[in-house]
């Protein structure tokens, strides 16, 4: 068998991408698609559902696809660095493959609202970090001024090349089942990724490698919703800091990706979002991010309204790894139990 060669390679003609452009990767893609008996059983039975798991990504999130190719156009135009807002991981890919082309990086972040693991990634792979007193989406203001200057590459998803790689999720979700889905959920933050995945959908179907295309259902934070609410959140609030978000670069995109799908986009409370990622954990094996658990809550929603048909198949997916954000995760657990060393006291806390 070959090895897996990243997702430029591997999806090359859906790519735009030529014998000169040099290929910045890191193996990203090819990420399990995991059918969650136990997790439908629970909370939609009679769906078939899988998770897609994009923290298996190498920096733990689905930027990486996106992050792949934006850097390797960098290289071939000859920018001389990249720059990104970010509330967190597309911070963390852009320092790793800045850093893999041997590149500077630098990132603008909301000052102490980003998750811990990823913070600790974008300076351990040696990117500029910038903290600022405001939000993302004050953040991607800026780096959109500073990036009018040529030298600057921005890499945020407004980057059409960003969504170019991180469609290829999307063939690759139709690679794994033999077929396209008939509905696709995901969160949705800055509202790139359910543009790119429709955009993947539909050029796959075009070139003849599924007969169908499944309805896109995105899913925001209710304090960060504000596609739903159909206005910008000047001070968007969410456990799911990933997802905090009051003004989408990508708003109208997704709405024709929903649109155009007969798909929808709605909100899911940070309880709901807690509920799901608990049970993820518990039921599946699979500890993802809490924005990534916005997907999941969103088809209990679904469910619950009585909007997925019996015997549809139903991916999730699962945007980024559990570990980035180990704060969360514990604020909502117990704490394990500390016993003397002996046998018996062992013993004694043991029930099944
Ligand atoms: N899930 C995770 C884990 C994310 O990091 C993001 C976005 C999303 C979902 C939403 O995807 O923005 O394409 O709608 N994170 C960006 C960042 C904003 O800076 O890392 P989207």
New binding site residues.
Partial sequence: MIPWRGVIEEYRKFLPVSDSTPIVSLQEGNTPLVQAKRLAQRICPGIDLYLKIEGANPTG???DRGMTLAVSKTLEKKARAVM?????????AAAAYGAKAGIPVYVLIPAGNIALG?LTQAIMHGAKVIQIEGN?DQALNIVKELCRDDEFELV??INPFRLEG?KTAAMEVCDQLGKAPTVHV???????????YWKGYQEYYAAGQVRSVPKMM?FQAEGAAPIVRGHVIEHPTTVAS??R?GN?A?WQL?MNAVQESDGLINMVTDDEILEAYRMVAREEGIFC?P??A?SVAGVMKLQAANQLLDGATVVCTL??HGL?DPDTAMNISAQPLTVRATREEVAAVLSL
């Fill in positions: 999130s689905f930027k990104c807002a970010s509330t967190g991981n597309t911070s963390a990823k993302f945020n998803s991180q995901l969160p949705v933050g800055n509202a790139g990724n359910i543009t790119a995105g990933a997802i978000i989408p990508s997704a991010e924005a990534s916005a945007t980024g980035k």
